[in-house]
């Protein structure tokens, strides 16, 4: 007979790595599924399995600005989030003939995503009501699809909850894992100095798209006049913010005779005042003189300019930062 197949969300931490292992030990054939964001780091495929990468697109961040649901203790839409890849999994699912999808979510471990109430709203939202498998908290939660249909066992499942690792780190060490991924989940939108820069762009009503998120990853941010102005802070965020200029239409500054970093100023049109501000926040940091007056290079297109000026004061900098 044909094994059955399960569809992994993988995420790279320890919990989805159990799940594999766990199916895997009934005989399951298994492939993975990881949702590539601005916000989380790219994982590699487990055990040498076939890992489908989903590049998050429009939608995506349509829902990080308006979540349904709301956000978690920072700017983490987790609920809304989670419904989202189930809906992609699903499709993927149906895609490579998997016989059900499977998730590494533990009951009670999140707060705000993973109690039981909840569980069961975001698949019935995505359209996966009883049908999604959580391995590692199955006999803790109603009886799916898949273990009616005899796919899986449910008493070789396990009965993990709350926040605790010490059954996961058990697990792992029978399953022969050596190497423990941390147990954070690596998302940038549950960092609270992350989210600062979020909500920022949320209250000035701007656009969060794979360019705009890159930015806000990246060097010192400021507002001045309503304006965003980012700062790089060493070379290679320098690089980086060039590029995104380039790409996003930015006023691109740099110092004309000193090292110092590349400051990006967005703007759809001229403005004298915001543009002299972000060139003395760009002398500011360089290695020009910090009480002189220093000639600052201004880009936009084809079109260039200089403009001197003397470089703000720590203390007048800390006022405009986000």
């Keep these: 007979m044909k094994k059955p197949k399960a569809l992994v969300l993988f995420s790279g931490g320890l919990d989805s790595l159990l799940t594999v292992k766990i199916l895997q030990k009934q005989g399951i054939q298994v492939e993975c599924v990881n949702f590539i964001t601005p916000f989380s780091k790219e994982t590699k495929p487990p055990f040498g399995l076939k890992l489908h990468k989903v590049r998050v697109g429009k939608e995506y961040f349509d829902m990080i600005m308006n979540p ?9 839409p987790c609920v809304d ?19 059900f999808i499977a998730t590494g979510e533990v009951l009670g471990q999140r707060p705000f995503s993973q109690r039981k109430n909840l569980l069961l709203r975001i ?8 049908k999604i498998l959580r391995p590692l908290s199955a006999k803790l939660l109603k009886e799916t699809e898949p273990e009616k249909q005899g796919l899986i066992k449910r008493e070789k499942l396990s009965d993990i909850q709350g926040r605790s690792r010490k059954k996961q780190l058990k697990l792992a060490k029978e399953f022969g894992i050596k190497n423990i991924p941390s147990p954070g989940g690596g998302c940038l ?6 989210a600062k820069r979020v909500r920022d762009v949320l209250k000035n009503k701007e656009t969060i798209n794979w360019e705009t998120a890159e930015v806000l990853k990246l060097g010192r ?14 070379e290679e965020e320098n690089k980086k913010l060039f590029g995104l200029g ?5 006023f691109i500054l740099e110092t ?6 590349v400051a990006l100023v967005f703007l759809k049109s001229k403005n004298k005042s915001v543009l002299k501000k972000a060139a003395q926040l760009t002398a500011s940091y360089s290695d020009a003189p910090k009480t002189k007056e220093t000639d600052v290079n201004i880009e936009k297109g084809r079109k ?9 004061t720590r203390k007048q900098r800390q006022k405009l930062m986000i």
């Design 68 to 76: 349904k649901h709301g956000y978690g203790s920072e700017i983490n």
């Design 81 to 99: 989030c989670k419904i989202y890849m189930l809906k992609k999994a699903k499709s993927l699912a149906k895609k490579i003939n998997a016989d």
């Design 123 to 130: 698949e019935k939202e995505a359209g996966l009501k009883n």
């Design 189 to 194: 939108l549950t960092d609270p100095e992350f």
């Design 221 to 234: 941010h400021f507002r001045f006049q309503g304006t965003k102005i980012v700062v790089g802070r060493n």
């Design 246 to 250: 380039k790409k996003l239409g930015a």
């Design 256 to 261: 004309k005779d000193y090292p110092g970093p």
């Design 304 to 312: 260039k300019e200089i403009i001197k000026v003397k470089p703000l």
